[in-house]
């Protein structure tokens, strides 16, 4: 058994008073806090990880909100088909079709204890089934519905540390 690889936390990176938008093609704009979001039901999803640098962390076992259920509370429009998941760390977005995010957990905990913030916390995307590193994003802060497929920048930010 190995963990995830510990990278370093950018300096943009600021948990206090943290909280979570949706926002884009939706009906209703959120914002959440760490504690709205612990009041909402959690869900558990479990399995390994791996990056295209060649590592992979095994059994790991996350717990978090779904995310279709925060798309539901924000009441995505007709046109809505994709997001743009941000992060602290600057310009890292990844984007998703939202037919493949069906699955997806915001990750509030790691192994039973609070997602430590050099894995991503308060909260971290986790993407369902065969999806690639980028994909989960760490210390996301905003998840942008849109109706057209956006720019995202996480696989070529996450290719360009390989060369
Ligand atoms: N916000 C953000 N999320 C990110 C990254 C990043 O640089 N910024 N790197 C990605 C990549 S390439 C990998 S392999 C994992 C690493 O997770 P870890 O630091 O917990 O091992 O985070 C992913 N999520
Ligand atoms: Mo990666």
Redo the contacts with the bound molecule.
């Keep these: 058994m190995s963990g995830?690889?510990?990278?370093e936390v950018p300096e943009a990176v600021e948990t206090d008073g943290w909280r979570l938008t949706v926002d884009g093609c939706v009906d209703r704009r959120l914002s959440l806090s760490h504690d709205d979001l612990r009041a909402m039901e959690l869900a558990s999803a479990t399995g390994d990880f791996s990056?295209?640098?060649g590592w992979t962390?095994t059994d790991l076992s996350w717990r978090g909100v779904r995310v279709v259920d925060l798309l539901r509370c924000a009441g995505p429009d007709e046109e809505a088909a994709f997001a743009l998941v941000h992060?602290?760390?600057g310009e890292?977005a990844c984007g998703y079709s939202l037919d493949d995010f069906g699955g997806a957990l915001l990750a509030l905990e790691l192994d039973g204890e609070p997602l430590p913030v050099?894995?991503?916390g308060p909260a971290r995307l986790v993407p369902a089934g065969d999806s690639d590193?980028?994909e989960?994003?760490?210390?996301v802060s905003r998840i942008e519905l849109h109706a057209t497929e956006p720019a995202d920048t996480?696989r070529e930010?996450?290719l360009s540390?390989l060369r």
């Design positions: 995830l690889e510990t990278h990056c295209v640098e962390a992060a602290m760390d890292y050099e894995h991503g590193c980028w989960s994003v760490k210390w996480a930010l996450a540390r």
